[in-house]
């Protein structure tokens, strides 16, 4: 597991290189605020997209995805492990009704670690194929990142309705809204990024 968030977070450090620059920390952060703009939790990408654009590195939008991209799986992942660690609190002490309501959420959360883990392969590939299979490989990744979004919700909807009481609903909603927040923020910047490099081809296209 450890070995797993090393290798994403040392995917999320490299996955952008040189790009034009950004000459000065307010059109650093304006350039980022532009990009989030699309996004329902402006703010939250903002926080998410900032610490990887400086002065002399400004990723595309492509890249700017994949970093949300990877923001996002890291942090369903470590929600994963956090759920997982509850729901065996609830077995030991025989609390069936609120383990039963987190193993179901864990489940859907686990669902939405293989989605976002796919989306990230596709984009990966739609790079490595430059144009060839885009509209293809476009809806693979906007799916994917959808389907995460119905399971993080499905798992919200599992510890809502008092399933669970106490201190652990409210930490485990926190951390699988700021997945779901995440998710919603990587498929909006993915689609501005989509429709754009679609149209530029049609503009380019003679």
């Known amino acids: 597991m450890a070995h797993t968030f090393l290798s994403l977070l040392v995917l999320l450090l490299t996955t952008f290189t040189l790009n034009p620059t950004v000459k000065c920390a307010s059109r650093v952060r304006a350039y980022v605020e532009q990009q989030c703009r699309p996004t329902l939790y402006t703010n939250l990408c903002i926080r998410t997209l900032l610490p990887f654009v400086s002065k002399s590195n400004a990723p595309d939008p492509e890249q700017l995805t994949r970093i949300s ?31 039963e ?14 989605q976002i883990t796919q989306s990230l392969k596709e984009q990966k590939r739609m790079a490595h194929d430059a144009e060839k299979y885009f509209s293809w490989h476009q809806s693979n990744v906007q799916t ?12 919200l909807d599992r510890i809502s309705d008092k399933a669970i009481g106490g201190k652990e609903k409210g930490r485990i909603k926190a951390r699988v809204l700021n997945v779901k927040h995440l998710a919603s ?6 689609n501005r990024f989509a429709s754009r490099h679609r149209g530029s081809r049609r503009v380019k296209t003679p």
């Open 185 to 190: 923020n990587a498929l909006a910047l993915f």
């Open 69 to 99: 991209l990877t923001t996002c799986l890291i942090k369903a992942r470590l929600t994963k492990a956090y759920v997982n660690t509850v729901a065996q609190e609830f077995n030991k002490t025989k609390n069936a009704r609120y383990y």
């Open 144 to 155: 994917w990142v959808s389907t995460a979004l119905t399971d993080v919700t499905t798992c």
């Open 101 to 114: 309501a987190v193993t179901d959420c864990l489940s859907q959360i686990n669902d939405g670690v293989n």
